[in-house]
């Protein structure tokens, strides 16, 4: 699926959903967009103890994704294992949590 983000009018700057904000421009209004919700993992790691609201879920995978339009992303792998560098897609985005999944 693709990535819901926001983007400066002025100056293009791109952002996670939810910024109202442009640095560059001080520019407190930005466009609603969807992007490419294709990227490779940058990072990951695996939670055994978890925080009690998901330790049931444990252990589960932490990835830090570099999106293809350059945005890095933090979310978890609905299925493993993983390793740097692997394809992965955008698959759902549930509770301001990014889930991904491996192309
Ligand atoms: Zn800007």
Do not use: W
Not at 53 to 64: D, E, H, K, M
């Amino acid at each position: 699926m693709n990535m819901p983000a926001s983007r400066c009018p002025d100056c293009g700057r791109l952002f996670h959903s939810g910024k109202s904000y442009c640095p560059d421009c001080d520019r407190d209004t930005l466009d609603s967009i969807d992007l490419n919700g294709k990227g490779n993992v940058y990072s990951y790691t695996e939670i055994y103890a978890a925080p009690k609201r998901f330790a049931q879920q444990a252990p589960y995978l932490i990835v830090l994704v570099e999106m293809e339009h350059g945005l890095r992303v933090t979310g978890r792998m609905l299925n493993g294992p993983v390793q740097i560098g692997d394809r992965v897609e955008l698959h759902k985005v549930e509770n301001h949590c990014y889930y991904f999944a491996a192309l």
